[in-house]
């Protein structure tokens, strides 16, 4: 990793994320070493297959191919005295070296937490959960509860100890009533009914299904089965959400709001709303009270109302999620603070759109997270307006903004390029040279979100909080922008909207 230059402060930061950065990987090429020993211990007692597992858990979690955030949901077993006595002895070795490496890991993300690296921490503490899953301090901060032998959440036990089982059709249903629903019946007022009764009555929104999941409440008329899918995607986002933003929520109410599941999974009323409209005429209708140009969006924030709108919108699937996933980060991030208020009033509008603009970019593929690739319209069109016409809002101005300043552009196409150079902007703070200005980018964030009026209205700038100036911040991501090539032979989409 090289970090660019800037303050004594910046330096100091950048210089103790080195050290940090230094030790991991000394830490992983001992590790890969005694994962080795295990590996030829397998080899030597012909478990051929078991040494190349054993190797491709070794390999760094940025190196990755297995899905470290994919954890057993029971406790480990006690390795069988019973086993071979080479199967055992390998199997004894390995489960030390992973332990004592997730021991090795958690420190050093303490110590990373310690100097303010956050977000380093937080990436370490997957890692740790990876390698030794029922390490119950990074399992809690994963937002994991033991029961017995399982991991679990603390919405899924609580559901659980009151007799509901978790369908994954139907969502969490009582046991007695599972069986019934898979015959096509259906619980309406106390009475059971008809699928063609029941869609009936909620195909009216006032009497919609109504979806609890671990931290969303999802209501919806187009179907309980796309509901529990909505609910099923939102619980995916709102796991990666908080993990890769975590230094964000760094007030004890923040990260109380967010992290301690156990709250936000037993209180019906402290999770996120959303609602999910059978089709789009049925989402104006309903919301063109609170915004009258309703029928121009595809969705929609209410801070006040603290809800998030969508709609179903056939054969435009891709679309439809990252409308989602741009509306609900606004709604993550708003309701963070037990109150709502205006954020990026006098300026710093940038990136009060350009963080849900880059999550735009979000997709799971093959349970892999994937963020940030250059062929999304926002990224391709600042970038080619960049390079190709040198055409850029310098960053001083840029980001001097406000509120009205930002949505009031003047026309479509400049509020476009806004958005654009928004999303491409926290795509090069959130990543440039392995992430070295992330933790400065989510401070700012929280500057921009603080519940304290003086701190919002004064938050500090890239610039200062980097300690490095606005010229060269520019240049470096002039720089960075121009490396962010699409592979070759790919097809770029050429559409390109504002919010």
């Not at 954890?71 to 006690?78: F, G, M, N, T, Y």
């Not at 992973?98 to 370490?124: I, M, P, W």
């Not at 009216?204 to 309980?224: A, M, R």
Request: aromatic share 12%; hydrophobic share 35%; proline share 4%.
């Amino acid at each position: 990793m090289a970090f660019a230059p800037g303050s004594s402060l910046q330096a100091q930061n950048a210089k103790s994320l080195q050290v940090l950065h230094d030790r991991y990987l000394a830490s992983s090429k001992d590790f890969q070493r005694d994962m080795e020993v295990v590996a030829k211990l397998c080899e030597a007692g012909s478990y051929f297959s078991d040494a190349a597992s054993v190797r491709a858990r070794a390999v760094p979690a940025l190196e990755q191919t297995l899905n470290i955030d994919e954890l057993p949901a029971q406790v480990l077993s006690p390795i069988s005295p019973d086993l071979p006595d080479a199967e055992r002895q390998w199997r004894v070795k390995l489960r030390k070296v992973e332990t004592d490496y997730a021991a090795v890991l958690y420190k050093l993300s303490r110590d990373a937490l310690n100097l303010g690296h956050v977000s380093f921490s937080f990436e370490l503490i997957r890692e740790v959960a990876f390698h030794d899953p029922d390490h119950k301090f990074a399992r809690r901060l994963l937002g994991f509860k033991q029961v017995g032998d399982n991991w679990t959440t603390p919405f899924a036990a609580t559901m659980e100890a009151r007799g509901y089982e978790y369908h994954k059709k139907f969502g969490w249903l009582p046991k007695a009533h599972v069986d019934r629903y898979e015959k096509g019946e259906r619980l309406y007022a106390g009475s059971w009914i008809s699928i063609e009764r029941e869609e009936s009555i909620r195909s009216d929104f006032n009497h919609g299904w109504e979806i609890q999941t671990e931290h969303f409440h999802v209501k919806t008329n187009h179907s309980l089965e796309v509901g529990v899918q909505i609910g099923e995607e939102l619980e995916s986002f709102h796991k990666y959400f908080v993990r890769e933003f975590a230094a964000f929520f760094n007030s004890p109410a923040q990260m109380k709001r967010l992290f301690d599941q156990g709250e936000a999974g037993t209180g019906i009323g402290k999770r996120f709303t959303v609602y999910y409209f059978r089709n789009k005429q049925d989402f104006v209708k309903h919301l063109i009270r609170e915004q009258p140009n309703i029928a121009i969006t595809n969705g929609l924030y209410l801070p006040n109302k603290r809800v998030a709108c969508f709609f179903h919108n056939p054969g435009q699937e891709e679309a439809n999620l990252e409308t989602m996933y741009h509306e609900v980060t606004h709604q993550l991030l708003s309701e963070s603070n037990s109150k709502t208020y205006d954020v990026g009033v006098k300026s710093h509008f940038w990136l009060v759109e350009g963080l849900p603009c880059y999550i735009e970019s979000y997709r799971v593929e093959d349970d892999v997270v994937q963020i940030g690739d250059p062929l999304h319209p926002r990224f391709y069109w600042a970038r080619e307006r960049l390079v190709k016409d040198n055409e850029f809002y310098d960053f001083a101005s840029f980001t001097s903004l406000g509120m009205q300043q930002f949505q009031h552009a003047g026309d479509v196409a400049t509020l476009q390029k806004y958005y654009a150079q928004a999303a491409s902007m926290t795509h090069f703070f959130l990543n440039y040279q392995d992430g070295v200005y992330r933790d400065a980018l989510l401070t700012h964030l929280s500057e921009i979100y603080d519940p304290i009026t003086n701190v919002r209205n004064r938050a500090k700038g890239m610039d200062e909080l980097t300690g490095v100036s606005y010229e060269v911040l520019h240049q470096q991501y002039r720089e960075y922008l121009t490396a962010l090539v699409p592979a070759e032979g790919t097809e770029v989409t050429t559409t390109e909207g504002a919010e």
